[in-house]
């Protein structure tokens, strides 16, 4: 039998990489006071495919339910907690998730995340709390080359305001910026040359924190993004005083989906480039709900960190060669292994390689 594309079974090494990628998540999210939570894996399409989520309807995958209601297997994570906590225990803060997202946009149609939610806590707080979780779960995972990558929804916002573009017109103009499509963004803004000169400029405003400091002096009259500038470079500051000091900014990037509304991060595998991490503020979620409340969080791609983490020295391994007459002799024998892989055969496999053979085939006979 087949399976459809985009699934894949795993075995092996793999499973135990992603198994430690998880236990490590959870200790430190524990450690730094965390509180778990799951939602379920079958959620209604309507919670992730409204205005204020905006996620698009053929990346779901999706059925009718016996009323006629279609219901998906759990795209995003962050939209169903939200869901969740909105009527939760607001003393409560700091949340973690581990488990799987399905989406049809991607190579495989499932992937695995862990990642945590602050929600109800001074912004600041928040993102700084965020990145240092992340740069101690890095460290747990003894990944040390990463690079941290931060951007902010509010400067694109802001530059492109005065062309007051319909919905369509601005989808088309924030996938262009976020392909980098320089001639694209040019021909979307030609009705305001201005404006179309800023976005160019901001397409390549990436790079380490004089970035910033050029953009802030370029800027200094505009007191939105100035303040922007700040909150940035003060979140820089923090990173570099905890020893972190690869870190960049992409002030050209924008949000993915509607909900981010604020500072995005992203981490990347220096080695290989690929993206470890990404998250942000996404205070505007919780407008769904009529509530004005706090959110930031971020979520860490198991996957991708399974393919990196190090392999753990392996015990030793020890083979109990016993019988139908001495399988119970092998296994209390077996229970005087603390630390050792144990494995109890009745023929052993020379294929194997094993530290230790005891043979108890005879154990107890004449």
């Known amino acids: 039998m087949f399976l459809p594309a985009g699934s894949q079974d795993q075995i092996g090494h793999l499973l135990d990489r992603k198994a430690k990628v998880y236990q490590l998540f959870r200790k430190v999210a524990k450690k730094r006071a ?20 905006g996620m698009a309807f053929h990346t779901l995958l999706k059925w009718f339910d016996r009323d006629g209601e279609i219901e998906v297997l759990r795209p995003d994570w962050t939209t169903a907690i939200a869901r969740a906590l909105v009527n939760q225990d607001p003393k409560q803060l700091k949340w973690f998730y581990q488990g799987s997202v399905y989406r049809q946009d991607k190579d495989g149609i ?24 992340a740069v101690e779960f890095l460290n747990q995972t003894q990944i040390d080359e990463y690079l941290i990558e931060l951007g902010h929804t509010g400067i ?32 979307l803004t030609a009705s305001n040359p201005d404006v179309s000169e800023q976005l ?25 993004l100035t303040a922007i500038i700040e909150h940035l470079l003060q979140l820089i500051n923090v990173l570099n005083q905890l020893g972190i000091n690869d870190v960049i900014v992409d002030l050209g990037r924008v949000k993915e989906l509607p909900y981010y509304s604020g500072t995005m991060f992203r981490g990347y ?15 505007s979620l919780y407008h769904q709900f009529d509530q004005k409340i706090s959110a930031v969080g971020l979520a860490f791609d198991v996957d991708i960190l399974a393919e990196h983490i190090k392999d753990e020295t392996q015990p030793r391994r020890v083979c109990l060669l016993a019988s ?43």
């Open 34 to 53: 965390y509180k778990p939570i799951e939602t379920p894996v079958v959620e209604y399409a309507e919670t992730f495919t409204n205005k204020h989520v």
């Open 110 to 133: 499932e992937s695995n995340q862990a990642g945590i939610e602050i929600i109800r806590s001074e912004p600041l707080f928040g993102e700084i709390e965020s990145l240092f979780f």
């Open 156 to 187: 694109y916002e802001a530059i492109i305001a005065p062309l007051q573009l319909s919905h369509q017109a601005e989808n088309k103009l924030r996938q262009a910026m976020h392909d980098k499509q320089t001639d694209v963004v040019q021909r």
């Open 200 to 224: 160019h400029a901001l397409i390549h405003a990436y790079g380490d924190k004089e970035v910033l400091v050029a953009f802030k002096e370029k800027y200094q009259s505009h007191l939105e």
């Open 269 to 283: 595998i220096k080695d290989s480039g690929q993206s470890c991490f990404s998250g942000g503020r996404y205070d």
């Open 324 to 366: 139908e007459a001495t399988h119970v002799v092998a296994e209390l024998k077996s229970q005087s292994y603390q630390d050792e892989i144990v494995d109890i055969v009745y023929q052993q496999d020379l294929t194997i390689e094993y530290d230790e053979v005891i043979d108890l085939r005879n154990e107890g006979s004449d």
